[in-house]
């Protein structure tokens, strides 16, 4: 259990949270992989998106940009030093613009903001720097980050994520990412969130967190919405974990709804419920490219809140269920209460 959780603007105490996204992105550099699409480095567009979040009745959004996701991820402009427009060479951590920039936004919106740190999938780690630094340096890089400073910034992380596998089985390198955010967790008591994008490698990630110690109720699997079978979500659930189903970006592509992605949520969501797994659920949209935006036709950080809830009604799913997996599940994932 911790009492105060991080944000880019001073620690939150659980009744502060309000209506939380556990999985979103602000500022973010995914073009490894995503060359014409996954950059959001725009001022102006991002305090237009955060806008929309507090007049839907949002105040908190779990930031989980990890160190990769940073370099670069920043305001055109923000800073005039190239060093801190990059991943932190040395701690792995997340670059001193993105933070910043973060920050400042967070003050000029008025939207609580929890940043997050950690690694991402095998294709964007550098398997030299993983070589050089032992998985407990890792570990003490990321603890750092969470209660002291992410370097050059002054401000803390508050939780360990996105921390990623992105195929069935788990690389290496990714191994070792994972066993240091369970270090750090064990050691900060911090929340795990992780990316798992395909079957099985959610149950392989809680694995790795239980021979580490880890409790499985400290640790979110993402994306698991993305697996086509509600049976993988309710063993996510019976293990003790926080089953996220945050893909909500793949329901609203070009302004239309898109239904068979919508129907199966709500299908998946309907059974975790019935079987009583109602607290171990999360929801978000992981707002990361721009056709995310609610400018350009996409979930932006409202979906849930508008169309989703009238939708979710239709098939039997109660708003005041939907209010609590917005409000108290993320203060109990956060909280560990
Ligand atoms: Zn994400």
Redesign the pocket.
């Known amino acids: 259990m911790v009492d105060t959780v991080q944000s880019v603007t001073g620690p939150l105490l659980p009744e502060q949270l309000g209506v939380t996204l556990t999985?979103?992105?602000i500022f973010?550099n995914m073009t490894r992989t995503t060359p014409q699409d996954g950059y959001l480095n725009v001022w102006a567009e991002a305090e237009a998106e955060l806008g929309l979040f507090t007049a839907a009745g949002g105040s908190t959004l779990i930031e989980?940009?990890n160190g990769e996701?940073s370099d670069y991820a920043a305001p055109v402009g923000w800073s005039q030093d190239p060093r801190d427009m990059q991943q932190n060479p040395r701690t792995g951590s997340r670059s001193v613009a993105n933070v910043l920039a973060t920050k400042a936004m967070a003050e000029a919106t008025g939207v609580q903001v929890i940043l997050g740190t950690g690694h991402y999938y095998d294709t964007y780690l550098d398997k030299r720097w993983f070589d050089r630094n032992a998985t407990n340096t890792i570990a003490d890089f990321l603890i750092a980050d969470l209660l002291d400073e992410i370097p050059g910034t002054g401000v803390r992380a508050g939780v360990i994520g996105?921390v990623a596998s992105d195929l069935s089985h788990i690389t290496a390198v990714e191994e070792r990412s994972f066993r240091a955010a369970a270090r750090a967790s064990r050691e900060t008591g911090a929340l795990v969130s992780t990316?798992a994008a395909s079957f099985p490698t959610g149950l392989a990630q809680l694995e790795i967190m239980r021979e580490e110690g880890v409790d499985p109720g400290r640790v979110v699997i993402?994306?698991a919405d993305t697996v086509k079978s509600v049976d993988y979500s309710l063993e996510l659930a019976r293990r003790g974990a926080f089953v996220q189903f945050?893909c909500l970006m793949t329901c609203r592509i070009g302004g239309n709804l898109i239904s068979h992605q919508i129907d199966r949520r709500l299908s998946y969501l309907r059974t975790l419920i019935e079987k009583g797994h109602q607290d171990r659920i999360l929801l978000s949209q992981?707002v990361?490219q721009r056709s995310h935006t609610r400018a350009l036709g996409g979930p932006g950080y409202t979906f849930l809140f508008e169309e989703f809830r009238a939708l979710a009604a239709n098939a039997g799913i109660d708003p005041e269920v939907l209010d609590s997996i917005h409000t108290a599940n993320p203060r109990r994932a956060i909280f560990g209460q």
């Open positions: 999985h979103e992105h973010i989980v940009t996701l996105e990316h993402g994306h945050d992981d990361c």
